[in-house]
């Protein structure tokens, strides 16, 4: 629960990127897998959000048509505004990418500097982009030039402890004409590991005069969020992990800046109901394939906001196809598939 004095006053503000007007200053993050165009919708009708942003995309894939960043980039009216994310360190290339994403529906573009990835720093994009700043701030330059919508940049904090370069970098870019910057605080070296370095964005938000910084990582309820926003004077958050169990987290955290207290959590058959529009929309966009591997993963991660439910969990990562999805979710909601886990029996005192 978050205190009344926790909350940070006129933190509220939507966000403006370049001249695109966010109905608030919370971001889904780009979370390769994940925020696919399904939950992108599912978290956008839930509230709160201001912008989603697509996985990393491959600007090759996307300029030869290749099926995968075609499924990657779709978007659709109601997954607006969209920001798409791309990779990758030739900035021709990249510029091309840039233009065909904005035929294709970007709102806004941006560029991945944060990625640790192998697959992706050896062909010097993601983190790689922060190991030669000039070269960087060129390639930035030239993505900037060759559209009209708003271009962001999505870094770390440095590739290493000994390299830190976001406060320097991210000034550099501003100075080309990117519109926002994001601050993911960690190194490249760190990838997960460790908490979010907070001193390291707040270091970021001083050196960038006048586009908003967006702060990023480790943010997992309103009481996170106002903490961000307040020890590092940041004017947006991104949020990845944190919406994975709950999509309604934006909500949560918009109403706790608005008002300073937190909406009702949604309740059982609420959460129940995100999962199946979640699968509805998986099936619709991308078939049952898609939907049936996906919904196997995701339901661990919805099932943490869900109380004891293991039998839900084990019933849908064996099920055969969808209908058999929506009947243990049927049955969930009749009171089945809840049955309490059983405690290790070390954490119980013993009588001797
Ligand atoms: C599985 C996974 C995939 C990710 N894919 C991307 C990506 O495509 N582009 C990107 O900029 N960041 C990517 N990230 C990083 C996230 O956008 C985010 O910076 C990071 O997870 C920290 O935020 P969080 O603690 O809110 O999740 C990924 C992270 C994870 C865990």
Redo the contacts with the bound molecule.
Sequence with gaps: MVSQSQHPGNAARPLRIGNVQLETNLLL??????CDLAFRITCRELGGLGLA?T??LSPQGLLRGTARSLDLAATNDADKPICM?L?GGNPDILAEGAKWAVEHGATII?I?M??PVDKVTKKDG?SKLLCDPSSTIRLAARIVESVEVPVTA?LRLGWSNGEIVAPDLARALEGVGIQAI?I?G?TTEQK?KGE?DLDGIRRVVEAVRSVPVIG?????SAADAARMLEVTGCSGI??????FSAPWIFREIWGFLQTGSVPPEPTEGEKVDVIRRYLDRMLEYRGEHYAMTHIRRRISWFSKRLGPCKPLKESVRTARDPAAVYAALDEFTAGGLRRFETRPTDSVPQEA
Excluded: E
């Excluded at 993050?29 to 994940?34: F, G, I, T």
């Design positions: 993050a780009p979370v390769a897998n994940y942003c996985d990393l994310q990779y941006d991945n944060g990625c993601g999505k994001t993911h960690r997960f979010v990023n990582g480790d943010v997992k991104m949020i990845g992990r944190g919406a």
